[in-house]
T-cell receptor
Framework: ETGVTQSPTHLIKTRGQQVTLRCSSQSGHNTVSWYQQALGQGPQFIFQ???????GRGNFPPRFSGLQFPNYSSELNVNALELDDSALYLC????????????FGPGTRLTVL | GQSLEQPSEVTAVEGAIVQINCTYQ??????LSWYQQHDGGAPTFLSYNALDGLEETGRFSSFLSRSDSYGYLLLQELQMKDSASYFC???????????FGGGTRLMVKP
């Protein structure tokens, strides 16, 4: 059983650009969540997808959007990048919605210049 | 909204016991999770409490008091490899969406 993978590992963009980050969940995990983690802080919940539908959203603007696909992969899209979007972006998959256990990928380090 | 408070830093020596506290304010509380994150690594799940009481997993134990909106993570027989950041996180409403605390950086010294 493979773990959660993310691509790319690192990414540098300029302000105003758009970016797509990708995640491949563990097989059979029908829930994926995305988090933003600034340096020295805890992860902040962006949104969650369950069976390809958005299941919940944190306090992030609409320029953060996502998709989940039937093959357990998902995307995080960010439009009109701002300097404050520089962070580690983590995806996490889970099987059981009620247990609080999520399996995190290694993250994508996004730098916005 | 939701908020969690945990100490920013804790230092302990190898072989000792350390307790990391977490207090939370949230609506629709479902449970409290604990995650470990080494520098440059991904968070890894340690434990989950939905009901009051103690959960033990090897050297790690986690406690929850729902009435006090309080929990803690207890690490026993500390090892150098336990040096990492530890996050408490609440699940609120249905759906396993986590709100994380700011993290506690644990330094284990020889």
């Amino acid at each position: 059983e493979t773990g959660v993978t993310q691509s790319p590992t690192h990414l540098i963009k300029t302000r105003g650009q758009q970016v797509t980050l990708r995640c491949s969940s563990q097989s059979g995990h029908n829930t994926v969540s995305w988090y933003q983690q600034a340096l020295g802080q805890g992860p902040q919940f962006i949104f969650q997808y369950y069976r390809e539908e958005e299941n919940g959203r944190g306090n992030f603007p609409p320029r953060f959007s996502g998709l989940q696909f039937p093959n357990y992969s998902s995307e995080l899209n960010v439009n009109a990048l701002e300097l404050d979007d520089s962070a580690l972006y983590l995806c996490a998959s889970s099987l059981d919605l009620l247990r609080g256990e999520q399996f995190f990928g290694p993250g994508t380090r996004l730098t916005v210049l | 909204g939701q908020s969690l408070e945990q100490p920013s830093e804790v230092t302990a020596v190898e072989g000792a016991i350390v307790q990391i506290n977490c207090t939370y304010q949230t609506s629709g509380f479902y449970g409290l999770s604990w995650y470990q994150q080494h520098d440059g690594g991904a968070p890894t799940f340690l434990s989950y409490n939905a009901l009051d009481g103690l959960e033990e997993t090897g050297r790690f134990s986690s406690f929850l008091s729902r009435s006090d909106s309080y929990g803690y993570l207890l690490l026993q027989e500390l090892q150098m490899k336990d040096s990492a950041s530890y996050f408490c996180a609440v699940s609120h409403n249905a759906g396993n969406m986590l709100t994380f605390g700011g993290g506690t950086r644990l330094m284990v010294k020889p």
